[in-house]
């Protein structure tokens, strides 16, 4: 009888495991479709009309729950404003939320968080520019961005499943905030999407 129940046990909790694992990857792998039918509209799509017209859906590593980190959050006490340089020679001022601080792939890592400073009063998501040692290569050379709700408690988990290109990655035509020196990260992120072909 305890041997049964101790089988009972396993097999709920395998199942349960099962079932979280499935429902992440499923809200997921939705996301990346509902990114794909940006791209595939004209008047939503950052591509330009050539790569538009071929486009066949946005390159992804697979799922891993791996790059789903907890991190600890260091929130600053006061404002404390940068201004980062976009491409097209332009500046933005920006708000240093905080830093993240977490582990990935058992490296300590951390990433200064940003509010826009021009939305502060109505904005309630954060951003997380950031590179990592596959740019060039595996991913887009530039960098790739986060996003992330405004966190209520001292921890948050950092998804990089959901790390996105900027639209420069997709044509010259855009301005986008380049990545500052303190988000360099020297670990490979196998996660998010990946490196855009593109005609131009």
Not at 34 to 56: C, G, H, M, Q, V
Not at 131 to 151: C, F, I, S, V
Request: include cysteine; aromatic fraction near 12%; hydrophobic fraction near 35%.
């Amino acid at each position: 009888m305890l041997n049964l129940l101790k089988t009972i046990i396993v097999l709920v909790c395998i199942t349960g495991c099962k079932l979280g694992t499935d429902e992440y990857t499923a809200k997921i792998e939705e996301h990346r479709k509902s990114i794909d039918e940006i791209f595939y509209n004209e008047k939503t799509s950052p591509l330009i009309e050539s790569d538009r017209a071929k486009f066949a859906g946005l390159e992804y590593f697979a799922i891993d729950k791996n790059y789903a980190v907890k991190a600890s959050l260091e929130r600053f006490d006061s404002l404390q404003y940068s201004e980062i340089k976009h491409t097209l020679n332009r500046t933005y001022q920006f708000i240093k939320w905080g830093i993240a601080h977490f582990k990935l792939l058992n490296d300590s890592c951390h990433l200064t968080i940003y509010l826009t400073a021009e939305k502060e009063s109505k904005n309630t998501m954060l951003f997380i520019p950031f590179k990592d040692a596959t740019n060039g290569t595996e991913t887009y050379g530039g960098g790739r961005y986060l996003d992330l709700e405004m966190p209520q408690e001292a921890t948050t988990t950092i998804d990089f499943n959901f790390a996105y290109n900027p639209n420069c990655a997709y044509s010259d035509n855009w301005s986008c905030p380049l990545v500052p020196n303190e988000n360099i990260l020297k670990t490979s992120i196998w996660s998010g999407v990946k490196k855009f072909e593109r005609e131009h």
